[in-house]
């Protein structure tokens, strides 16, 4: 949604007691080394494969 990332630093800036680094090196690590596919989330992809292609992005990501 537009702004919902501005809004989230907003927050972290106002209110957090975190550094954007040490909140975002998370989210980071695990776009640089990706995640492990387990069954589950696998059976998921699978189920929700129309739906996911209808998005270039998605399609690219995960098929």
Do not use: C, N, Y
């Not at 927050?11 to 957090?16: C, D, I, N, T, V």
């Not at 776009?31 to 189920?47: F, H, K, Y």
């Amino acid at each position: 949604m537009p702004g919902t990332v501005a809004g989230l630093l907003k927050a972290l800036e106002e209110h957090g007691t975190m550094s954007r680094e040490q909140v975002m090196a998370p989210a980071i690590a695990l776009a640089e080394d990706g995640i492990e596919v387990t069954a589950g989330l696998s059976e998921s992809l699978t189920a929700l494969s129309d739906r996911l292609q209808k998005w270039p992005s998605t399609k690219k990501s995960v098929f």
